[in-house]
């Protein structure tokens, strides 16, 4: 009985039994995803790789759009000069920085339909952090609409 007393005060939360409960016995512990356990960083979820893509794409097409349109212009600005004619109107669209300009946007919108479809990707893939993807697609989107708005208000403008 003295026994049991002194067992009793080292663990208060024991019972009458003898059994030592103190320590966890591991080969009766459940644990679904052991490697949960062993790694602490597998909780955490990783970005997207086409997300990222994505997000990558979409920043490059918008500076490529950015440096054709003042590379064309200072071009443009530096040979002509001031606009004052039909013809001359019609040298400025035969003029090669406009046609290396033209073909520019066309890469730039080319890669805004890349990244476009990566960040759908980026979007539709599981267990992923899909941050990059949204911003991707964002910016993708954003500028495939602002070209055709220019296209279209190109076309009702004549």
Do not use: W
């Not at 024991?14 to 644990?31: A, I, M, R």
């Not at 909780?43 to 990558?56: D, E, N, Q």
């Not at 033209?102 to 539709?124: D, K």
């Amino acid at each position: 009985m003295d026994n049991q007393n002194n067992q009793n005060n080292h663990h208060p939360y024991q019972s009458g039994s003898t059994k030592d409960y103190s320590e966890p016995n591991h080969d009766n512990l459940f644990t679904p995803y052991p490697s949960d356990l062993e790694d602490p960083s597998m909780g955490r979820l990783k970005h997207s790789g086409p997300g990222i893509a994505s997000f990558v794409i979409g920043l490059v097409s918008i500076i490529g759009y950015m440096l054709t349109l003042v590379i064309a212009t200072m071009a443009i600005n530096s040979t002509i000069g001031v606009v004052t004619t039909p013809i001359q109107v019609e040298e400025i669209a035969l003029h090669p920085a406009v046609v290396l300009a033209s073909l520019a946007v066309l890469v730039c919108l080319i890669l805004n339909l890349a990244g476009l479809i990566l960040g759908v990707i980026g979007l539709i893939l599981k267990n992923r952090k899909k941050v990059f993807a949204i911003i991707g697609t964002i910016l993708s989107g954003v500028m495939i609409l602002a070209f055709a708005g220019l296209i279209i208000a190109g076309i009702y403008m004549m």
